[in-house]
């Protein structure tokens, strides 16, 4: 990410900045059966409002992906890849995706008169950006969003192993409500608490500092870790699921589903928790 100022410095009305474009097969796959586990309703709804990969990257592997795993549930889900870098767009639409538009352009999401959307996933986005432009690339987004519909905002190792996301949910006033935070391991390496603060979204990182919300999260995520070792517990799965119970008992809002755990998704509901970006 070079050194804008503001997100429309370029002036091409397109709101951000081509940055590097690395992606992989499968990298994503983890984050869409999230979306299909946790946000089922919405992705099954009838409608033509969009799932919407922002920033695909250079190959159009994630967004194919996407597609392909969510029509699973919903047949005539419409799905709109949106990039700024006008070659990456052009080699997307030269791939001849199935039912699958790519477009140009930024966090504005460059939609048609009468066009909404009810997911924006946006991996390996906004970690390449400052983190003031955080709130403004949100703003820019939630337009497009309709009622009920979430921007789904994260950063992920290069194989998408490990991933860490932001949810955000747009109320009936019109308003994003910052709803949740998700963290996924996929139980191939040691597990640790320690594995996710480099992930973290954008606008927590700054964040892991003693007195914020996020910092003190981490820190009772680390005890009871701790704590669950001493108890005798060793596998990754074990110390996975015994640290979200343990985190649930230190009264964090913690979903304690098996489909969620099992799968090595951790969700913390962050309301009141933590503040908006
Ligand atoms: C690292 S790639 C991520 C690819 C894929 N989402 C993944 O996670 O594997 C980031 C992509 O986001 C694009 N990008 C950055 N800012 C953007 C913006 N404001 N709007 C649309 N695309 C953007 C970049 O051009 C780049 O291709």
């Given at each position: 990410?070079?050194?804008?100022?503001?997100?429309?410095?370029?002036?091409?009305?397109?709101?951000?900045?081509?940055?590097?474009?690395?992606?992989?097969?499968?990298?994503?796959?983890?984050?869409?059966?999230?979306?299909?586990?946790?946000?089922?309703?919405?992705?099954?709804?009838?409608?033509?409002?969009?799932f919407c990969d922002l920033g695909f990257?250079?190959?159009?592997?994630t967004l194919?992906?996407s597609?392909?795993?969510?029509?699973?549930?919903?047949?005539?889900?419409?799905v709109l890849g949106v990039?700024?870098?006008?070659?990456?767009?052009?080699?997307?639409?030269?791939?001849?995706?199935?039912?699958?538009?790519?477009?140009?352009?930024?966090?504005?999401?460059?939609?048609?008169?009468?066009?909404?959307?009810?997911?924006?996933r946006?991996?390996?986005?906004?970690?390449?950006?400052?983190?003031?432009?955080?709130?403004?690339?949100?703003?820019?987004?939630?337009?497009?969003?309709?009622?009920?519909?979430?921007?789904?905002?994260?950063?992920?190792?290069?194989?998408?192993?490990?991933?860490?996301?932001?949810?955000?949910?747009?109320?009936?006033?019109?308003?994003?409500?910052?709803?949740?935070?998700?963290?996924?391991?996929?139980?191939?390496?040691?597990?640790?608490?320690?594995?996710?603060?480099?992930?973290?979204?954008?606008?927590?990182?700054?964040?892991?500092?003693?007195?914020?919300?996020?910092?003190?999260?981490?820190?009772?995520?680390?005890?009871?870790?701790?704590?669950?070792?001493?108890?005798?517990?060793?596998?990754?799965?074990?110390?996975?699921?015994?640290?979200?119970?343990?985190?649930?008992?230190?009264?964090?809002?913690?979903?304690?589903?098996?489909?969620?755990?099992?799968?090595?998704?951790?969700?913390?509901?962050?309301?009141?928790?933590?503040?908006?970006?």
């Amino acid at each position: 990410m070079n050194d804008l100022q503001d997100l429309d410095e370029l002036g091409q009305g397109r709101k951000g900045a081509i940055t590097r474009g690395k992606t992989a097969p499968n990298r994503l796959r983890s984050a869409d059966l999230y979306l299909a586990l946790a946000h089922r309703l919405l992705v099954s709804a009838k409608g033509r409002s969009f799932f919407c990969d922002l920033g695909f990257g250079e190959d159009v592997f994630t967004l194919a992906q996407s597609a392909a795993i969510l029509r699973r549930i919903n047949p005539g889900l419409p799905v709109l890849g949106v990039e700024i870098d006008p070659d990456r767009v052009e080699r997307a639409c030269a791939a001849g995706l199935m039912d699958i538009e790519a477009r140009l352009g930024g966090f504005e999401l460059p939609l048609k008169a009468g066009e909404s959307v009810r997911i924006v996933r946006a991996f390996n986005v906004l970690r390449q950006y400052k983190a003031f432009y955080y709130r403004e690339a949100l703003e820019l987004m939630a337009p497009a969003l309709v009622t009920g519909g979430i921007i789904f905002e994260g950063s992920s190792s290069p194989w998408g192993d490990i991933w860490c996301a932001n949810v955000f949910k747009k109320n009936s006033q019109g308003l994003l409500d910052y709803d949740s935070l998700v963290f996924r391991f996929a139980f191939k390496e040691a597990f640790s608490p320690s594995l996710f603060p480099p992930l973290l979204p954008r606008n927590l990182i700054e964040k892991m500092v003693s007195g914020e919300a996020v910092y003190c999260f981490f820190k009772v995520w680390e005890e009871v870790f701790e704590r669950s070792r001493q108890l005798g517990v060793r596998s990754n799965q074990g110390l996975w699921k015994s640290t979200a119970r343990m985190l649930a008992e230190q009264g964090f809002g913690i979903t304690l589903q098996k489909r969620f755990l099992s799968r090595g998704l951790l969700i913390l509901n962050v309301k009141g928790l933590f503040q908006w970006p």
